[in-house]
């Protein structure tokens, strides 16, 4: 059975940088586009980001110029590094995967990790 399970999260100060990895384990990665989601206390799940098999990236607005995604497919396992964190970037960070389709919601994706909580101090 193939799972996502994430890793990394943890606390850190505003202006600090984190990279949270999920690895797909029981499969492999390279037939998926690897997305990052978040959810904030009280909030619904946002998308972050997303990068495709070819390696091209999208990601919101929220999160432009500070998160970057990367992917290792040897590895089966996909990156988010965070620069320049910001307290209103405290959430449940998830990843997900996808073979196709839309990819800005969460069930949109095939494959869905339990999360891993990141928490800014400011």
């Known amino acids: 059975q193939v799972q996502l399970v994430e890793s990394g999260g943890g606390l850190v100060q505003a202006g600090g940088s984190l990279r949270l990895s999920c690895e797909v384990s029981?499969?492999?990665?390279?037939?998926?586009?690897m997305g990052w989601f978040r959810q904030a206390p009280d909030e619904e799940r946002t998308f972050v980001g997303i990068?495709?098999?070819?390696?091209?990236?999208s990601y919101a607005d929220s999160v432009k110029g500070r998160f970057t995604i990367s992917r290792d497919n040897a590895k089966n396992t996909a990156y988010l590094q965070m620069n320049n964190l910001k307290a209103e970037d405290t959430a449940v960070y998830y990843c997900a995967a996808l073979e196709n389709g839309q990819h800005l919601k969460w069930e949109d994706y095939e494959l869905r990790g339990q999360g891993t909580r990141v928490t800014i101090s400011s």
């Open positions: 029981g499969g492999t990665m390279w037939n998926y586009a």
């Open positions: 990068m495709w098999n070819g390696g091209s990236s």
